[in-house]
Every structure is written in C-alpha cells, then in structure tokens.
C-alpha cells in the first residue's frame, strides 16, 4: 500500500476570503494625474454602491501563497499522464505559451482598424488553410469558442443550407455512443434528436441507417474515430445513404488526433466538422476551458458560415493586406462576439507550424500505438470492449473486477494513489461500466509500462483486498466527497461567518 | 519530434512485443482508399527559433501601447484596456493550473474546484446575486444563454431586448434564439438621454424578460432600479448584462437594483485584450433559478471524515447526464480566465477595484468635458456615463480615425457599423491605463482636425 503524503503546510490553506484583514493591500497603480471632481456630480447617488464590494483585502504575497498552495491539489499533465479518453490529455508545448503572450497579440483590441492588425489576421487566415488542408474541407470558421459551440455552429449552417433550399427538416440522428453535447447542441437548434443504437461492433449499423434515413433528416452526428475508439469503416456508405436522401453528414472532430495526416474527412464525403484545438492541437485544457471549436465545412456549405470572414486584398504594391468582410447575406450570423479565442487560435497556429506535416502524421501514429501498447498488455487483466480494433484510445469494462465487488470508480480512484490521473470512467454510455483510457503521443515508453504496471497491481488488489480498492484513495488530502449531500443542499458561495454580537 | 518522448526505436520495439509488421497495420481500419499518400501540404516544421521569429514579426504589425504604430488606444465597446497586476500571469502559469483537465475528479483538482467556489463567490458580491456559475465563454454567449434560461423559467417565448444592448451580443442572442422558438423584440433607447426610459418598456403578457445593458453600449449607465419596478410589475425578469466589469466596482450591484439575472464579461478583471478572446463570461442569478441555471456550478461538500473540500455539483442540468433536455450544450467553463479574474479580484481587493473604477470615471470625465467644448465636438447623449462616452464628431468617425492614424491615437470606435444612422459618432472608452499626456494628446489632435 502506498503511505498517505504527510501533512504540509500546502494542505492547509483557507479561502482566500479568510485570509483578508483590514488595512492589507495588494495592488500599485499610479495615482489619478487628473483634477479630481466630486463622484456625486458626476453620477447621481441613487446609482451609487453604498459599500465597497465584499472582496478580500489581502497583500501580494497572501495572493501569490493563496493561489500556488491550492495549485498543489491539482494533478497536472505536467505531472504526468492523464490517462482521459477522449479528453486528449497531450503536452501543452511551452513555446506556444511564450509566443501567444507576446504583446502584439496580448494587448491588441478586438476593434483595432484591420489596418493595425494586419498581423493577427494573419494569424487568423493561415490558421483557417492549415485547418482546411488537415481536414479536407474548404471553409473554416475560427470564431467557435469551444466544440460545443463548433457543434452548434456546424448544425446551423446545415440548417440554413437545407432552408435554404426550401427543405427545412426535422430530426438529426445520433448515435448512442456519441458525447452529450451533440444531443444537447442539435436540441438548440430545434432538431428532434433520435438516437442510433451501435451495433454489436460499435459502428453504424447500414441497414438500420438506411431505413431511418428519409427526407426528415437533417444530418447524422456522426463521432468518427467513434467514443469506442474505432474508425467507422463504412464511412464512405454512410455518406452516401445521407446525401442521396438529401441530408449532411456532420462529423465530431474530438477524435481527430487519431487521423491528422493520415486521413481527411472531407475526402470520405463528411460535410461539417469540428475541431476541438485543446485536444488534437495540444492548447492547454486550464482546468476546464478556454477551448476553440473551429468549423471546417464543404463549399456547398461555406456561404452560411459565422461573419465576419478574413478576405484578403492586393495593394497597389501588390502586397497581401487582410480585411475581415461582414457582408455575408447567407451567414448564420454571429456565435461569439469578436473574432473567437484568439489566444488558443495562436497556440494551435504555432502546434502546427512546430509540428510541420511529417510530426503531425509522427503525432498520430504515436498516440494509436502508445493506445494499442497499453490494450495489448492490460487485456490479459481487464476486460477489452472491442478487441483488435482500438485507434487511439481504448476501452475496457470492470466485468472482471466487479465480482469482488470492485467497480470501474473504484480502480480510477486507486489509480490516483500510483500517481495517475483516473481514466474517463462510465463513459461512453454503451459500454457497462466502461474504462476509456487514451495516453496520447505525450507518453514515453516507461510512463505507459509504470501505467500497466499499476493498472495489473489493481487488478490483484480487486482480488486480494477489495476494500483497500473500494476506499481509494489514500494518498490525497481529502477522501471522496459526498456528492449527493453536496447537490441535495447545495453551498455554492462563501459567507461571512457572522460573529455574535458581544455584550 | 521533441514533444514526442519515444524515439523511431523505441516505437519500433514496441510493435515488435505487441507482433506488429509496422505502424500502418494500426491503421487497417481505415479503407486504403481513404489513406493520404503524400504528407500534408504545410510548411515543413519550424524551428524553435524560426518560430519565434515568425510569430514575433506577425505580432509586431499590430499596433498596441508599446508594439506596431505604438499608439494612444481609447478603445472599448466591451473589451478594456485595464491595468493588469503580473502576478496573475505567473500564478496562471503553474502547470497545476493550466495544464489540468476539468475537475471531474474532485481528489485531484481541489486547486481549480477552490478557486472557482471563490470565483462564484466574487461575482456574487459584485453583481448582488445569490448564485453565480463557474463562467461561460463570454459576455455575448452568456448573454445568450440568459434569454434561453428566462424562457425555462418563466415559460414566456419573448423577450424585449435594449436597442443600446451591445449590438455583436445582440447578434449573438439572434443566432441563439432563431431556431429555438423565441422571438426577440427591440425597446428602442431614448434619442436624448441613450437610455431605456422605464415608459419605453411596454410589455405584453408573453414576454418573459427583459434585457437591459448598464452602461448601455453608448456608456451611459441606465437607472437598473425604475426598470426593474416596470418589468416586475408586468411580471417579467429583468436581465441585466455587464459588459464592462469595472464598473461594478463603483455603481450599484444589479442585484441591489432588482435584477434576476445578472450577465457579463469579466475580461476587465485582469484578462489581456487578445483580440477579442479568450474572454470570460460570467453569469449569476436569484437563489430559486439556481436549478436552471446554464454551465458548471461549484459547491461545499464534505468526505467520510468529515473533511471539507468542493466538488462540481448540480450537474443533472449538464448535457453528459440530460443530453438533449440540457439547461445548456456547453460542456465546461472557462476555468483558467476564470482564476485570473480571481486572482485579480483578490489583488485588486475591496478598495483597489473601486479605486480603478474611480480612476476611470475621473479620467473619461476629464476627457469628455474638455473633448465636448471643443467647436464641432459634443456629447451624443445626456445619460451620466461610467468610462465610455459617445461622442459626435464634426465629420464622418471613420474619417476621425484615418485622420488620427499619423498621430498614433486610435480615437475609439465608429459606430456607424452597427448604427447607421450614426455615421459621425465615436465611441470613446477612457481608463486608468490611460495618462493625461495621452488624453490632453487626444483632445489636442481632435481639435487640430475638426477645424
């Protein structure tokens, strides 16, 4: 059994409210070098604050000692390996960092005349051909600001092209392994969702494809590699089936780590997809966001875009300059203000170009063997969901373990006492108890055999000490919490604690 | 390639244990037909310091303080120019921070899970709410979300809109809406004052909510309190956004005004400019909406020990367990631009913030007072302004702009995009990162050329 970490000022640290005292200051600016004049002449008192807002007050080095202890609570990938599936936990390059702050970029205004941000649309237009030429598609739209939005986005354009040609449908079809957000965004764009059941390989089952398939649907949200991390063989049929009954073919790009360089979904006949740049193009996940969920359509597609788009002009010199066109009778309109998450779009901007087309084909291939190294040596201990098949993550289930009463929770919590981040657990949906674990290209050959090693240690303890499982984990400065309690009575804000009145 | 640990060698001896021919065997899944022949047409890899050659003369030809032109910046329509403390850039750049997933497994993630229940805390002083969520992309989507959200809630399928609400978030809200059953109305502002006026809302009794900007995309700050009498009394929500967070360090919490929900965009709360992204949205309501609300919510809970730490909680609202009956498609927040408002407000505290917005008010005040008396010069609207002003020019904006290009000032931004009706109106935003030199030059240029 591994010791539980000894006790450390680190893992003791309040709330940053608890730490305030009167009088602490934190902050410098310069003093006001205007003449002074009374607030009260200036606005009405009605619209006044009668307080100072309930912030802490604290000094600098309260903040810098606040916030570096609690970040000692995290698991990181710069720890080590975030086993996720579908989550792409991968190497969040430095130099992307370093570059995405240089300050022609971090202190630009969103509405700088396109003549003082030359450099930024830029940026901006080199990102979208890179993207078009990885994905086979022609138009892309960087102003998504995370894949939810991507699929939301990418479901409209469809839609206004099918109203368009005055054939205005009613259903998107889903598989039933697919992730909630493509429910949920087909939902807000008015679509009646129905749900495809996998067949017994985890794909699209053709013949059911083709009687569900009829001039009331839209378009199939279609994750390809699917969530069981299998490329849909058939993909090339699937197409077909949706456009000669009229309808699109709407690809979820979350997998698209596992075919850049090797394959296009535009070439297989995929109309729209998405992309998740903080998966495939190695932007940092920061704890949850900010992402960016670009857009990469066919050109039938292309006029119904988000505005504004990035055209380029000549100058009488002949010399490129950029200009961002908002006359797009046809667009959807607008997702998001400004022009996107312009930060990671940079980030993702300078993957590639580190990256050039060799590393991004070594990328992939690097990720589906490291995923089919780690399937090859823990089948013999867990059971595999679809064996022979997996790209770049791989799937098991607890079966085995279940019977000692130990359950897929149970080993990602103990997986976080060998020094691990847990796999994505109980999901997708359609594998019972399903332990989906992608290593990405990130991991060295000893990290994935100090995984294996781990994951074969647990398997034995599920067997020979179930309950040392079932109570993981022990290394951590709190124990599992109790969720329920928390949702049933929910606490989501601090409040001061009220001191009774003395006397 | 350096960010990929195992060697040709090492790879090939691991197919070798695994009994494979070689890589592409992986790949049989893929019909061969479908399987690129030649590499990717891109430029080949890039050196380190090619790099940051390339990416330092494409930042270069843009023009901040102190790159490019290096020019005198008064712009805002929703994204600041504030003073941002470098701490926040060395906190948020602790690996534990910007390289962890969501806090789906609360053990290993106390570090983002805390930070975000102070997070929620802060934006529920400053708006005057109850429950803040963990963030949403920005102030326009949030802005969005709030009008799916007061649909759920009060099950009324319009919505009256301020005809002064920042017009790319009413874009925003359109594209939202259109396919979800909701129609959007528009309270036309008032041509003086450029504020809703309280006899403006006349509402009927399908329409759910109302929603109202302070300051109002013109800059003037709208009386929240009368407004919200007039939509309660119809009984509709008031939705109030913020796409200027500083200035709720100075005016009066939406929430203290009456409003049920309170929306916005923190950028101004220490996140750099960056083009318009990425940003941070924040998004709180009235206690009894809590279960409708959209996106990720942070919450106390205690382990077996009786230990205290915070977890995702509510989460029967998300769309990995509703799928398609979700409050909303978004599947995270934006967790690290939310720890740098937190760590902002933290820095900043109770008294640096409203000393900056203070500064502010001070600072456009000056400018506003000595650009309106110059001949040809005045103030488009009469309504009392926080740091932003609308300004009428004696010629057309876009002229105004070009013309001040030489003196590496960019006044502010012409309205007349989204107002056409206001082709000689500029939009000028003032804040404490602004110095007197700098204004005294504004009002020096604007007057050499408005002869």
Redesign the interface.
């Known amino acids: 059994m591994i010791r539980k970490a000894t006790t450390h000022v680190n893992q003791n640290e309040g709330l940053i409210f608890e730490r305030s005292q009167p009088g602490r200051i934190g902050y410098c600016i310069p003093s006001l070098d205007v003449d002074e004049v009374p607030i009260e002449s200036l606005l009405d008192g009605a619209l006044l604050r009668d307080d100072l807002p309930g912030l802490p007050e604290v000094s600098e080095v309260d903040v810098v000692r606040h916030f570096t202890r609690i970040s000692t609570w995290n698991f990181a990938v710069d720890y080590g390996m975030y086993p996720l599936g579908s989550c792409t936990m991968k190497y969040n390059p430095k130099l992307n960092e370093r570059v995405s702050r240089f300050e022609g970029f971090a202190a630009s205004h969103p509405y700088l005349p396109d003549a003082l941000a030359q450099g930024n649309l830029e940026v901006l237009a080199t990102l979208e051909k890179c993207l078009a030429e990885i994905t086979g598609l022609p138009g892309v739209s960087l102003q998504p600001a995370a894949g939810a939005q991507g699929e939301m986005t990418g479901l409209m354009v469809i839609r206004k092209r099918l109203e368009a040609r005055g054939d205005a449908r009613r259903r998107v079809l889903i598989p039933d392994s697919a992730h909630g957000t493509n429910p949920a965004s087909a939902a807000i764009c008015g679509y009646e969702v129905q749900t495809l059941k996998s067949n017994s390989q985890g794909g699209i089952d053709l013949d059911n494809l083709r009687t569900v398939v009829d001039d009331g649907a839209a378009a199939l949200m279609l994750t390809n590699p699917s969530t069981l991390g299998m490329f849909e063989e058939n993909i090339e049929e699937v197409c077909r089936i949706l456009h000669a009954a009229g309808g699109f073919v709407y690809m979820d790009g979350a997998n698209m780590n596992a075919l850049v360089g090797v394959t296009r979904p535009g070439d297989m006949g995929v109309d729209v997809l998405h992309l998740n740049l903080h998966k495939t193009f190695s932007t940092p996940h920061g704890g949850g966001g900010p992402g960016a969920g670009p857009v990469a359509v066919s050109e039938e597609l292309t006029p119904y875009l988000p505005y504004p788009r990035i055209v380029a002009e000549s100058d009488p010199s002949g010399r490129t300059k950029w200009k961002l066109d908002y006359n797009l009778p046809d667009s959807i309109g607008r997702v998001r203000a400004y022009h996107g998450n312009y930060s990671v779009l940079v980030r993702a901007l300078c993957y590639i170009y580190a990256l050039g087309p060799e590393g991004l084909r070594e990328a992939t291939e690097t990720a589906v063997l490291n995923a089919n190294y780690i399937a090859h040596h823990l089948k013999s201990d867990y059971e595999i969901a679809f064996d022979g098949k997996a790209m770049h993550e791989v799937i098991f289930s607890d079966k085995r373990q279940s019977k000692f009463g130990v359950h897929t929770l149970d080993i990602g919590k103990r997986l976080i006492d060998y020094g691990f981040h847990p796999m994505t657990i109980y999901f997708p949906l359609v594998v019972p108890g399903a332990m989906m674990i992608e290593p990405t290209e990130s991991e060295g050959r000893e990290e994935l055999d100090q995984f294996i090693y781990a994951m074969k240690a647990i398997a034995r303890e599920a067997e020979e000490n179930p309950e040392l499982v079932k109570r993981a984990p022990h290394s951590t400065r709190i124990g599992r919490l109790d969720e329920a309690a928390a949702a049933r009575k929910p606490v989501l804000r601090w409040k001061p604690v009220r001191t009774a009145a003395k006397g | 390639?350096r960010?990929?640990?195992?060697s040709a060698l090492?790879?090939a001896?691991?197919?070798r244990?695994?009994g494979?021919e070689s890589?592409d065997e992986?790949?049989r899944?893929?019909?061969a037909n479908?399987?690129?022949r030649t590499?990717?047409?891109?430029?080949?890899?890039?050196s380190?310091p090619d790099?940051?050659r390339?990416?330092?003369?494409?930042?270069?030809?843009?023009?901040?303080?102190?790159?490019?032109?290096r020019?005198a910046?008064f712009?805002g329509?929703?994204?600041y120019?504030h003073?941002i403390?470098t701490?926040i850039?060395?906190?948020i750049?602790?690996?534990?921070?910007?390289?962890?997933?969501?806090?789906y497994?609360?053990?290993?993630?106390?570090?983002?899970l805390?930070?975000i229940?102070?997070y929620?805390?802060?934006i529920?002083?400053?708006t005057g709410m109850?429950?803040?969520n963990?963030?949403l992309?920005?102030?326009?989507?949030g802005t969005a979300e709030a009008v799916?959200m007061a649909e759920r809630v009060t099950g009324r399928s319009r919505v009256a809109v301020a005809g002064n609400l920042?017009p790319?978030?009413r874009?925003?809200v359109?594209?939202?809406i259109?396919?979800?059953?909701i129609q959007a109305d528009t309270i036309p502002y008032c041509a003086e004052s450029g504020t809703i006026l309280p006899e403006a809302v006349k509402i009927g009794s399908d329409v759910g909510a109302v929603i109202v900007q302070s300051p109002n995309f013109f800059g003037g700050?709208e009386?929240l309190?009368k407004l919200a009498d007039a939509v309660h009394s119809a009984g509709a929500l008031l939705v109030v956004v913020v796409a200027e967070a500083m200035s709720?360090?100075?005016?009066?919490?939406p929430g203290?005004a009456g409003a049920d929900i309170v929306c916005g965009e923190a950028q101004s709360f220490g996140i750099?400019?960056?083009?318009?992204?990425?940003y941070c949205g924040f998004f709180a309501c009235r206690e009894k909406f809590?279960r409708q609300i959209p996106g990720?919510?942070?919450?106390?809970?205690?382990?077996?020990?009786g230990?205290?730490?915070f977890?995702l909680?509510?989460?029967?609202r998300?769309?990995?367990?509703?799928?398609?009956?979700?409050t909303?498609?978004?599947?995270?927040?934006?967790?690290?631009?939310a720890?740098m408002a937190?760590?902002y407000?933290?820095?900043?505290?109770?008294?640096?913030?409203?000393?900056?917005a203070?500064?502010n008010?001070?600072?456009s005040?000056?400018a506003a007072a000595r650009i309106g008396a110059l001949p040809g010069y005045k103030l488009r609207f009469t309504a009392?302004f926080?740091n932003e002003f609308t300004l009428t020019c004696p010629r057309p904006a876009q002229e105004v702009?070009?013309a001040l290009?030489d003196d590496s000032i960019?006044p502010g931004?012409a309205i007349e995009?989204f107002y056409p009706e206001m082709p000689d109106e500029l939009l000028v935003a003032v804040t404490?990162t602004n110095?007197?030199a700098e204004?005294d030059s504004l009002i020096g240029a604007l007057k050499r050329i408005g002869r």
């Open positions: 390639m960010y990929i640990p195992n090492e790879r001896d691991m197919l244990e695994m494979r890589i992986l790949f899944g893929i019909p479908l399987r690129l590499p990717l047409n891109l430029p080949p890899a890039f380190e790099a940051l390339y990416f330092r003369d494409l930042a270069s030809r843009n023009s901040t303080r102190t790159t490019g032109r020019s910046m712009l329509a929703g994204a120019d003073f403390p701490i850039d060395t906190l750049s602790r690996s534990e921070f910007y390289t962890s997933y969501t806090p497994q609360p053990e290993i993630s106390q570090g983002t805390q930070a229940f102070e929620q805390t802060m529920c002083e400053l109850d429950v803040a963990a963030s992309y920005d102030g326009s989507t799916l920042h790319e978030y874009q925003v359109d594209t939202y259109k396919n979800a059953g700050v009386d309190q709720l360090g100075l005016l009066k919490a203290a750099p400019l960056s083009y318009g992204g990425s809590q990720r919510l942070v919450g106390q809970a205690i382990d077996a020990q230990r205290t730490g977890v909680t509510l989460a029967t998300e769309q990995h367990i509703r799928r398609e009956k979700a909303s498609n978004i599947c995270t927040n934006q967790g690290l631009y720890l937190t760590i407000l933290s820095t900043m505290g109770r008294r640096g913030v409203r000393e900056a203070v500064q008010l001070q600072k005040h000056y009392p926080f702009i070009t290009l960019v931004v995009r404490e110095t007197k204004i």
